[in-house]
């Protein structure tokens, strides 16, 4: 099993910055890839960024390519969505997300494990 707990969420005005962290523990949470997906209400669950465990390489959205960074610690235990030139659009609860099968990494397939949220208001 594999628990995760987000945090950072709160409000911010459009143009500023976020930091939202996750902490990951449980058997082998390092041999896991991990992700942040995010939902606004009314709509589905979407995909915003992942790293791959073994290589680092890092996977975005492309409404949040050149905004967003995804990193994660050398023992995988965090996971961080540094997020940049926020806009009210960005408004959503961000899951951060844990896997390891063999969908692609922007589907919710991927992950076996989800956090309960963190919510996210960017304000116009």
């Known amino acids: 099993q594999v628990q995760l707990v987000e945090s950072g969420g709160g409000l911010v005005q459009a143009g500023g910055s976020l930091r939202l962290s996750c902490a990951a523990s449980?058997?082998?949470?390092?041999?896991?890839?991990k992700g942040w997906f995010r939902q606004a209400p009314g709509k589905e669950r979407e995909f915003v960024a992942a790293?791959?465990?073994?290589?680092?390489?890092?996977y975005y959205a492309n409404s949040v390519k050149g905004r967003f960074t995804i990193s994660s610690d050398n023992a995988g235990n965090t996971v961080s969505l540094q997020m940049h030139s926020l806009k009210p659009e960005d408004t959503a609860i961000y899951y951060c997300?844990?896997?390891?099968?063999?969908?692609?990494?922007?589907?919710?397939?991927?992950?076996?494990?989800w956090g309960q949220g963190t919510q996210v208001t960017v304000s116009s």
């Open positions: 449980g058997r082998d949470v390092s041999s896991y890839d």
């Open positions: 997300a844990a896997g390891r099968t063999r969908y692609a990494y922007y589907t919710r397939d991927r992950y076996d494990y």
């Open positions: 790293i791959n465990w073994i290589t680092g390489n890092t």
